[in-house]
């Protein structure tokens, strides 16, 4: 009767560890598929427009979030946006007050320790302002 006791617990053990093992891999599968999904590229493109803020925010995770306006009669229509590398966020603030040119990449999700939105800007140029005849 011993023996069938310990082969039953036995048993038992070797399911149980299958099981958390496969919910375990499961579980890594699922955090892995969600972080490749959250990275894609949702769409990238240009905006143009004034510097009108940019700054470092974040109680743990610092990171620099910029605000641009795109009306150009004055108009507040502001395009907030996330800065991941420090020499482009050092280049906006030199520029804050431009009129600026930014290239972003908009991702399905953004992890809290990227930036609070979903437009990554990557790049920046000054944009110069002059009359042209057509």
Sequence with gaps: MSVQLNQAKQTARKIGRRFLWIVFGIFLLVCIGYFTYSQLSYSDGYRSGQLFKISRRGVVFKTHEG????????????????????????????????????????????????????????????????????
């Design 67 to 134: 605000t641009l306006n795109l009306s150009p009669n004055g108009l507040m229509t502001a395009w907030e946006f996330s800065v991941k590398n420090a020499q482009v966020s050092d280049k906006l603030e030199k520029m804050e007050g431009k009129l600026v040119r930014v290239h972003y990449i908009q991702r399905y999700q953004v992890f809290f320790w990227q930036g609070e939105t979903e437009y990554i800007v990557d790049s920046v140029e000054i944009v110069q302002v002059g009359w042209s005849v057509l």
